[in-house]
């Protein structure tokens, strides 16, 4: 791929789900108002019990949108609500920790820019300046997931659970997300895929963080994910998979 190419303006809607992340928020907020893609920030604090919220406030740039969700509902719900605020032509995933770089925001939108993708994925595993080493079985649950994803879409990416998910706002417009938690990678893949998209994955840096750092996502979280990318393929309906959702909210121990 060419040199990343320059913003012409700002033209990108950044959606940051957050829960109880105070001690990157402010951080994450310098990096992604300093690129010059940024036109909005939509901010979606999931009923942290922390600082984040008052945090986010403190932040005086108008580009900066706060929702604040009553309830703990998880990161689906979270960009649900975030992207449904987009105004934007292109809109962006960003984690309000610092395991990804908005630096690298020419990198996601230049295919999009280009015209010649709807959808850009941003794969750890392709490529990029440097990544921390941290769970191998993160690692390997990642690419079974991917690979068992690629399955049932017929598309061939390599990091299917990636946060760096861009794409022009009509795109978001075409489908409606249910997925409450982290299902909401394997939905967004399937029907990202089901709606014919042209899809391109450029490689980014990963600085993964490790439980104590604060990260979130588990083994129960990987269940969900398979029954999701069952549930949203095009098989799904014949399989009549949403049948199995009580067996598999017992096993997670959450809702979708």
């Known amino acids: 791929m060419s040199t990343p190419v320059v913003a012409p303006h700002p033209c990108l809607s950044v959606v940051i789900p957050a829960f109880n992340e105070q001690a990157t928020i402010l951080e994450i907020l310098d990096r992604v108002l300093a690129s010059p893609f940024t036109a909005e920030v939509v901010v979606v604090d999931d009923a942290s019990t922390d600082s984040t919220a008052e945090l986010v406030r403190s932040v005086n740039d108008s580009r900066i949108k706060l929702l604040a969700q009553e309830i703990n509902q998880g990161k689906g719900a979270a960009l649900r609500r975030g992207f449904a605020e987009a105004t934007q032509p292109f809109v962006i995933v960003q984690d309000a920790d610092l395991e990804y770089d908005p630096a690298e925001y020419p990198r996601m939108m230049e295919p ?92 980014i840096t990963y600085a993964g963080r490790t439980y104590d750092e604060g990260k979130k996502i588990g083994w129960r979280d990987g269940i969900r994910a398979i029954y999701c990318i069952l549930l949203y393929s095009s098989l799904g309906p014949r399989l009549q998979i949403r049948k199995a959702e009580p067996f598999v909210n017992r096993i997670t121990g959450k809702r979708a």
């Not at 861009?166 to 394997?186: D, H, K, Q, Y």
């Not at 399937?190 to 450029?202: D, L, M, N, P, Q």
Request: with cysteine; net charge positive; glycine share 10%.
């Open 112 to 203: 999009l820019l280009q015209g010649t993708a709807d959808v850009v994925f941003g794969s750890r595993f392709t490529g990029g300046d440097s990544r921390r080493v941290v769970y191998y079985w993160h690692s390997v649950g990642n690419r079974l997931l991917t690979t068992m994803s690629n399955v049932f879409t017929n598309i061939n990416l390599t990091d299917m659970e990636t946060c760096y998910k861009a794409f022009r706002r009509e795109v978001l417009a075409s489908f409606t997300l249910e997925e409450n938690r982290f299902g909401i990678e394997p939905e967004i893949t399937a029907k990202v895929a089901r709606g014919g998209w042209r899809i391109y994955e450029v490689g």
